[in-house]
């Protein structure tokens, strides 16, 4: 067949019509099959040969709007066959069939390519899919399921294989898959997957093998256009190979095999942009429905009558299809058991390598790595599966600097021969099906089922990480390429070199490299070309020749680094005729002698500059001379010839740049440098510089002088010229000499006047006639000033109508603050601060105001100092903040302020100083009104100065979109309106009463409930009219009370009463209030509180029986006696953000609306469990680790349990440690063979048999012995629920630092001695979370969410702070951006109220937190103004090395002294049953403890008063810190499982009524929940056990419950003791309602597990036992410093190196230190206290002092004092000294050891 064509046309067409003709306007695709021949032969004997070959197989997208775009989708390449002529088949078949039945099939594809189009692919499917709509509607209900259960036993499905035997091969040969990005783009991108693959088939009657072998697969970059592929080299994925082997045995398991070789994946922030493009057209563009915004308002007129909830469809009523009960009576049918197959597969990938690149484009360079190594097996899939896996980590990042790779991640055991990479163990097993929970004997106990599937990650090796300040480098810029990648940002391409090295000659000289010598070749050249002439300041792109030969990552790229290669480049001087060979791997400067000398005796030389950027290499050959302009205009650099009386002209320094100096400028007989600015209005300076003065003296500095060309037109030009010098590598040595100086000059202005107020000022120097502005946030250089000879003009232009001058002379030392005086009123002042700073030898000038005011109150304001006649009035209309400072005297002092209000009296003083803290300051009237004013302080972004915002306290916000007015309850003033989407002031007139207001919608007379705005709640208020309600939110801080009115919408009010009963009537009440409703069966009602400031709990009853109470805030479910043979159920819970409150007698209805998902199997568990991470940060510049932060593991803890029981509890601190004291004791007399007695009596209190691992007394348990990993969190997925518990153990945080004043940073605080026998060990952190799930809501509810951190110290000195600030700091930090600062400044200062009062009210999905609890801080604080980092001078007392930090510690004129365990208490945040968005809670909880550690850091570190109480009382809540915080170590938190053991005990007290009801609610609620439930509800004897539970007296007081009716009861409850947090209680009548309730304020309670639906349990509290101060344990480091080894390469930590080099630092004050490098060292005698050390000068004996401990040195022999090399002896080591040296080395017996 020569051909077959078709074409698939969109739209319809029907059969009974004629056929439709071809259109061209409804063509979709064109598919087309070119030369398709079939031929075979028959034979008599039933054998048969075949042979199928297809030319081409084409498809195009033939919709017209693709004319003249990409088309054609699929086709065969053109590939020319090996027969000779002609093209080959795309397909080949040929099938061979012999006369007894065995088959044999051969299959080649040749490569074709395919182009996938996701949007062309879905179009296709759409036109080919099934309208799967039915026809005729079917019955809406269906009947119930009667199929008889059958028994899951362990079942195979065994394959039949065929009795005879087949073959089949297949090879498809390169084809090429394309993904686009864009398909209307000609020259668009994409990627493209190629690869080989063969297939091998072998099926026979025994067993089926299966062979695949995928070969040269790879990932490539791909472009339409193809003379643009041309330029793609880069690869996404590198050629590799996989291999799969399948065998499958008659009757047997399958077992396979894959085996994946050398992966290697490199990418590059463009290929993540093409991934990302790509994936984006996955999403299908679909047209969306328009929808306009509905322009009718709901009417809610009807919102509060009754209605029948049959009209509704509410889901929670929808009857459930369930199984009938009977089935689970009948006879269980089994399956037929078959044997295990034993099915295998493995999984093997050699090596991985993950590298992330950086560049565009094909120039892009590897800078981080990932290499991997995997093995897995996974045992039968079909049954029981089990997984089993390893995986082999290492990291490493490129060091640029060194051209090495260094490790992120550490290989375990450092540098040891036997090291290995990091390994993660993966386990994944499913589980059998059990008969769901079951009860324990003990009745507090659920034993729950496993998890349908498990995983665990496990991790038995520390997790070491070594992040440097290069890797931070690489880390920041490859994070912020690849998100600008992924948010598909326009980059500003850089103009990137186009190969890896350059070299630019600025020597002055002409010079030739020589490729035949080096090992680099010219870019883009073969090897003809064997050298190039470099002329003056030309450069030349070159390529390695390795990199020319092949390009490709060889395997462990981190164990093969260690033999890499310098690279050699080779010149010649050609006036010299010089040859040097020039090492340029590493990034350095290196100073190369030459042979020619000039007057006075100048030896030339030239320097060889090796830069890195982006991973391109830069090699600059230059002088040793360079000149850096720091100016804004470009300077001109003239230098004095040989004649000695004329200069020459060398270059132009262009602003910010750097000029290198050609050789025969720089070796003059005179050294000399002369400038002059490039505006030819200057002459060439007088004075001139001599660089080489440098050397005598490296402070020089000079300031030369331009004068004009016209001395009456215009004044000097001086530019301050400042000397740097630096010692380079001398040649290729490691050594630095004084003739391998480098001299840097630096030219500065002499002033920069810096403008930061909030308004223009303008300037003019004396002299001149001309005035220049500079607006706010600029800077601009005083060129033409003359320190101490020039004086300058400030004007401060029209601040407030006024201009205000200020004249200065200019001089090395100034004041700080400086006086501007009105222009036209001779007594207004204005005191500014001028910040003086000259650091870079210049005198930079920055002008400020300490405080900005701005007012927001719409009321005048006046501040008063505490000079009384300095009142600065404030109108409400001024928009622009008012400039507010202090009298010069107290400028940089402590200062304070009284605040007015209009004409009320002045407040109390109160401090401006307290950056990042708000208050409320209150101004009293003498009518008895009180403005309470709002203040918060912000701190400009330069630190220089303050924002001081007032806003009213109160303020009324109008999310609604129309106009709602407010009126105070007791107040004779007119409604105040709030206009649709504002916010306003609200200033209160009866403050001191009722603070109640009530609300309406304006233009209606109906009003709402008054309700009060004094404390945080949110509340919804009826109105009888179309609007139905008011929504009111109030929030409570401590600078502001924010009022929220939003209109009303579905779900907000308080409660949905829905009777579902069939008979019973409900009767509800708000409590407190006489007015009863009633609810008749069938119906339902919204209801909300008919007196909102009254309590808001519902009391509710039915036929006449006593009233029960609810909340409306927590989930619960009960049951209600109606009378002695009616009950009904009722059930709180959650729709949406709707609370529902269903009666119904139908108690599987009440549980299916309850979800209780405490009682399901879990569908995946995921356990997480580290030893330990470490993550070391160290400053490779410096050669200095500054911090090791380490997760550990606890030590040894022993644990009890019932004797069935499946949960291990910790006995307290005191029994561990005699129970590990009496077991190490049991140990020892096993070991010598003793008999120790098999029970032992310890303490007098506990009776153990440890080869039992039983405990009999004081209760009989088991017990174990075991730790706590350093990281461990378990992650549980069930159907209606997911529980998240993470725990890391403990976190400590060591000052690496030499001189440390503090060795340990952080470290928890030990539990205090007389606390140990009632505190259990707890990890330094535990979170515990539980969030419900319901398919017919999105709300996310949070059952319960707890954190816990335990008491911790905190102790820094002034050398750490330094040292952490250098490692943070880029080597070439950015010019601070003043205006963009400025602009920020403005952008806080200019938020109006709406702004402020939306950052608290945020908008955003809302999550329900029925228990949400942070758990206090507390903090112990130390610091020391002593330590020293290396930049530091010893003998100077350590200053910060941050500008920042210093500013504001001046400005408010305090001085940071040594704090010696200043204790912070934060206290606890809680919320129960509310509301709230995600950004309302981080929010919420940041400024929580941020705004409480700042003022107790402003009050018990500096000293200074805050607003407010200065341990942050928690307004709207009316509780203290007293009440608010606890010791964090009695604190206690729930595992999930022991919240859920909780409510599972609650829910089989509600089931056990219903035993031996109809067997039909026991099916249905089967059918809703599962097997778990039925299982709790036909445990017959529960009702019995649980009665004799309670009757039965305690065995002591830790045991049992308190009894008799006390409120306040000291006891615990199943051996947990301590005090804790709040109490989970539950009264009688009120079931499982009450899950948390407070007992009191400033009463703690006894977390503890409900025993069963009624919750008997009793409250207990502990006083609060204050710590003594008995902590005498000292925390020591984890580990020693990191060795550095002299090369600068970072490897993995090695203990033994870095032991041996702190051995060498202490010997002796560190004398030998200083000069010798460490090599090795090893102990002499057993204790340790004779070592001897081999550094790479000497070999030293050294000895520890007994008394001190200190090491000293015996004796000491450097290596040229030996006459041979060291050899070992019988004896030990010898050494055999030169005879010249005779010398007595050592005492006696250090001779006699050695």
Not at 1204 to 1213: A, D, E, L, M, T
Not at 1599 to 1615: N, P, Y
């Amino acid at each position: 067949m020569e051909c077959l064509k078709v074409q698939l046309c969109h739209g319809s067409s029907f059969l009974e019509e004629k056929l439709p003709e071809k259109r061209l306007a409804c063509s979709l695709a064109t598919f087309q099959l070119s030369k398709l021949s079939i031929a075979g032969r028959m034979q008599s004997d039933s054998s048969l040969e075949a042979n199928i070959y297809l030319v081409n197989c084409i498809l195009d997208d033939s919709r017209p709007s693709r004319i003249g775009l990409l088309t054609r989708l699929m086709e065969r390449k053109s590939v020319v066959s090996m027969r000779g002529g002609g093209y080959r088949n795309m397909v080949d078949l040929d099938f061979d069939q012999k006369s007894n039945g065995d088959k044999s099939i051969q299959v080649n594809i040749v490569n074709f390519k395919l182009v996938l189009s996701i949007e062309y692919l879905i179009s296709l499917a759409n036109f080919f899919a099934v309208d799967k709509k039915p026809k005729h509607p079917t019955a809406a209900t269906q009947p119930v399921k009667t199929e008889k259960k059958t028994k899951a036993v362990k079942s195979y499905e065994v394959a039949v294989l065929p009795s005879t035997n087949t073959k089949l091969k297949l090879k498809l040969d390169q084809p090429d898959i394309i993904l686009l990005e864009n398909m209307n783009d000609s020259n668009s991108l994409g990627i493209v997957l190629n690869n080989e693959m063969d297939l091998s088939v072998v099926i026979n009657p025994d067993k089926m093998i299966v062979a695949v072998t995928f070969s040269n697969l790879q990932l490539l970059p791909y472009c339409c256009n193809l003379q643009k592929q041309l330029d793609l080299d880069a690869e996404i994925l590198s050629p590799t190979t996989i291999t799969v082997l399948v065998n499958a045995p008659t009757g047997k398991g399958m077992h396979i095999d894959v085996n994946m070789r050398e992966i290697i994946i490199h990418i590059s922030p463009d290929t993540i942009r093409l991934l990302t493009a790509i994936s984006n057209s996955f999403a299908v563009n679909s047209v969306l429905e328009e929808h306009t915004g509905n322009s009718v308002i709901n009417d809610y007129s009807n919102l509060w009558q009754v209605k029948p909830w049959k009209d509704e469809g509410f889901w929670f009523i929808k009857t459930e299809l369930a199984e009938e009960a009977l089935n689970f009576l009948e006879e269980e049918v089994a399956v037929l058991e078959v044997t295990d197959l034993q099915e295998l597969l493995i999984v093997e990938i050699k090596t991985m390598i993950i590298i992330l690149e950086a560049g565009v484009g094909t120039t892009t360079v590897p800078m981080m790595l990932l290499e991997l190594s995997f093995t897995g097996e996974v045992r039968d899939w079909s049954a029981l599966l089990s997984v089993g896996s390893s995986l082999s980590v290492e990291a490493a990042y490129y060091n640029e600097k060194l051209s090495i790779w260094e490790p992120l991640i550490e290989t375990v055991d450092g540098q040891n021969k036997d090291c290995r990479s990091w390994e993660l163990i993966v386990e994944m097993h499913k589980n059998d099906e059990t008969n769901g929970p079951l009860l324990g004997d003990d009745l507090d106990e659920v034993h729950f089922q496993a998890a349908a599937m498990t995983f665990n990650v496990i991790s038995q090796d520390n997790l070491e990480l070594t992040v440097t300040k290069t890797a931070l480098t690489v880390i920041t810029s490859l994070a912020k390429a690849f998100g600008e990648a992924v948010s598909k940002q326009v980059q500003l391409k850089k103009e990137l070199p186009p190969s890896a090295y350059t070299v630019r000659n600025y020597t002055g000289l002409d010079i030739t490299l020589l490729f035949d010598k080096g090992d680099f070749l010219l870019f883009e050249k073969t090897d003809e070309i064997s050298e190039v002439v470099l002329e003056r300041e030309a450069y030349a792109s070159l390529i390695l020749k390795q990199a020319a030969q092949k390009k490709s990552f060889g395997k462990s790229v981190l164990k093969e680094q260690e033999s890499k290669e310098e690279h050699c480049l080779v010149i010649k001087l050609n006036n010299m005729n010089v040859i040097r060979e020039l090492y340029v791997t590493k990034t350095n400067n290196r100073y190369f002698q030459l042979p020619h000398r000039t007057y006075p005796g100048d030896q030339w030389g030239f320097v060889v500059d090796v830069s890195t950027d982006y991973g391109y290499k830069t090699i600059t050959l230059r002088s040793h001379v360079q000149v850096h302009n720091h100016l804004t205009i470009p300077v001109e650099v003239y230098y004095m010839t040989d004649r000695g009386n004329e200069v020459d002209f060398c270059g132009v320094a262009k602003p910010k740049s750097l000029l290198n100096l050609p050789l025969n400028a720089v070796y003059t007989p005179t050294n000399e440098l002369f400038f002059r600015p490039k505006d030819n209005g200057h002459t060439i300076s007088i004075v001139p510089f001599v660089w080489k003065e440098l050397l005598k003296d490296p402070n020089l500095r000079n300031v030369l002088q331009c004068n004009p060309r016209d001395r009456n037109d215009g004044l000097p030009l001086f530019i301050n010229v400042i000397g740097e010098i630096e010692q380079v590598y001398f040649e290729n040595s490691q050594k630095k000499t004084i003739a391998s100086t480098c001299y840097v000059i630096h030219l500065y202005p002499t002033a920069v006047l810096c403008n930061l107020l909030p308004l223009p000022i303008a300037y003019t120097l004396k002299g001149t006639n001309e005035e220049l502005l500079l607006r706010s946030g600029d800077t601009t250089e005083l060129l033409t000033a003359q320190i101490n000879a020039t004086t300058i003009i400030l004007t401060v232009v029209n601040y407030q109508g006024q201009n205000y001058v200020c004249s200065k002379h200019l001089k090395t030392q100034m004041e700080e603050v400086w006086t501007f005086e009105a222009v036209d009123q001779k007594k207004a002042t204005l005191d500014l601060g001028a910040h003086i700073q000259c650091d870079s030898g210049f005198i930079q000038i920055s002008i400020y105001c300490p405080f900005w005011m701005m007012n927001k109150t719409s009321l005048q304001l006046s501040y008063r100092t505490d000079d009384s006649t300095n009142v600065i009035l404030h109108a409400p209309e001024l928009t622009e903040p008012v400039l507010f400072s202090f009298r010069p005297k107290v400028f940089f002092s402590k200062k304070k302020v009284n605040l007015k209000v209009e004409k009320s009296e002045w407040s109390e003083k109160f401090s401006l100083d307290t950056v990042g803290s708000s208050g409320t300051v209150t101004c009293n009237t003498r009518n008895g009104v009180s403005y309470e004013i709002g203040v918060k302080i912000h701190l400009s972004g330069l630190g220089l100065s303050k924002i001081v915002v007032f806003s009213p306290f109160y303020l009324l916000v109008n999310k609604a979109n129309f106009d709602v007015e407010v009126h105070e309850t007791l107040s004779e003033n007119a409604w105040v309106t709030v206009s649709a989407l504002q916010c306003v002031p609200f200033w209160p007139k009866y403050q001191n009463k009722k603070k109640e207001i009530m609300l309406r919608v304006a233009g209606t007379t109906e009003t709402t409930k008054a309700f009060t705005y004094q404390n945080m709640h949110s509340v919804l208020l009826a109105l009888d009219n179309s609007r139905g309600g008011l929504c009111v939110d109030c929030y409570v801080m401590e600078s502001s009370t924010i009022i929220t009115i939003d209109a009303y919408v579905d779900g907000l009010a308080a409660v949905r009463l829905v009777n579902h009963c069939l008979t019973q009537s409900i009767e509800y009440h708000q409590s407190g209030l006489k007015d009863i409703f009633s609810l008749k069966p069938g119906e339902f009602q919204l209801y909300t509180w008919d007196e909102p400031s009254a309590v808001q709990e519902l009391v509710w009853s039915a036929g006449g029986n006593e009233p029960q109470k609810n909340s409306l805030v927590v989930d619960g479910i009960g049951e209600y006696k109606v009378f002695h043979d009616v009950t009904i159920y009722w059930v709180s819970f959650l729709d949406g953000i709707q609370r529902v409150l269903l009666f119904t007698d139908d108690l599987a209805l009440a549980t299916t609306a309850q979800c209780a998902g405490e009682l399901e199997r879990a569908d995946q568990e995921v356990n997480l469990n580290f030893f330990g991470i470490g993550l070391s940060l160290v400053d490779d510049c410096l050669k200095k680790e500054v911090i090791y932060l380490t997760i550990t593991s606890s030590g040894i803890v022993w644990e009890f349990s019932k004797l069935n029981g499946q949960r291990y509890k910790p006995f307290n601190v005191k029994e561990c440690q005699v129970l590990e004291s009496a077991y190490q004791k049991y140990i020892l007399d096993v070991k010598l063979n003793k008999k120790p007695k098999k029970r032992l009596v310890l303490d007098g209190k506990l009776e153990v048999d440890f080869q039992e691992e039983t405990m009999f007394r004081p209760h009989h348990k088991r017990i174990r012995r075991t730790f706590q990993s350093g990281f461990w969190a378990q992650f549980k997925t069930f159907p209606h629920q997911l529980q998240l518990h993470t725990k890391i153990n403990r976190l400590q945080i060591d000052n690496q630092l030499e001189d440390a004043v503090f060795p340990t940073v952080l470290a928890p605080v030990p539990i205090p001695k007389s606390m140990v026998s009632d505190t259990t060990p707890k990890p330094f952190t535990e979170a515990s979370i539980i969030l419900r799930k319901n398919e017919h809501s999105t709300v996310k509810q949070y059952k319960y969410f707890k954190i816990l951190i335990q008491e911790f110290h905190v102790k820094v000195d002034q050398g750490f702070i330094n040292a952490m600030i250098t490692l943070f700091t880029p080597e070439k930090p950015k010019e601070t951006d003043k205006l963009e600062h400025i602009k920020l400044d403005f952008k806080i200062a200019h938020t109006d109220l709406k702004e402020l009062a939306s950052i608290t009210a945020s908008q955003g999905q809302k999550n329900f937190y029925d228990l949400l609890h942070f758990s206090p801080l507390k903090v112990h604080i130390s610091f020391s103004m002593q330590g020293s980092s290396s930049l530091d001078d010893p003998k100077t007392p350590t200053q910060i090395h941050s500008d920042f930090i210093n500013l504001l510690l001046q400005s408010v004129g305090v001085t940071l002294t040594e704090i010696h365990d200043v204790v912070f208490k934060l206290a606890f945040f809680e919320r129960e049953h509310v509301f709230m968005t995600q950004q309302q809670l981080t929010s919420k909880v940041v400024s929580h403890y941020t705004e409480q550690g700042v003022k107790q850091l402003y009050v018990l570190v500096l000293g200074l008063d805050v607003i407010g109480n200065p341990f942050g009382l928690v307004t709207g809540i009316g509780r203290g810190v007293e009440d608010l915080f606890y010791e964090p170590f009695q604190g206690a938190i729930q595992g999930p499982e022991e919240f859920a053991e909780g409510l599972a005990l609650g829910m089989k007290s509600l089931f056990g009524h219903a035993v031996g009801g109809a067997a039909g609610v026991v099916s249905r609620i089967t059918g809703t929940l599962g097997k778990g439930v039925a299982a709790l509800t036909l445990d017959d004897e529960y009702q019995r056990n649980r009665r004799e539970a309670m009757n039965r007296k305690p065995a002591n007081i830790q045991e049992g419950l308190a009894r008799g009716g006390k409120s306040l009861v000291l006891g615990v409850f199943d051996g947990v003791t301590g005090v804790f947090v709040k109490p989970v209680e539950g009264a009688k009548e009120e079931g499982v309602e009450g899950f948390f309730k407070g007992v009191g304020k400033g009463m703690v309670g006894l977390i503890t597990r409900p025993t069963s639906g009624v919750i008997d349990f009793a409250s207990g509290s502990f006083d609060a036992v204050k710590r003594a101060a008995e902590i005498n344990e000292e925390t020591h480091r984890i580990r020693p410093p990191r060795y550095f080894y002299p090369d600068g390469i970072m490897r993995a930590y090695n203990r033994y190196e870095a032991e041996g080099n702190r051995l060498l630092k202490e010997l002796e004050k560190g004398k030998f230190a200083v000069t010798d490098h460490y090599i090795a060292h090893a102990k002499v005698t057993q204790d340790g206290k004779s070592v001897c050390i081999v550094t790479d000068n000497r070999v030293i004996m050294v000895s520890k002092g007994d008394i001190f401990g200190q090491w000293n040195c015996d004796w000491q022999i450097t290596w040229g004092e030996l006459k041979e090399p060291p050899r070992v002896t019988e004896k030990g080591l010898q050494l055999m000294l030169k005879e010249s040296k005779k010398k007595e080395i050592g005492r006696a017996s250090c001779r006699e050891r050695v």
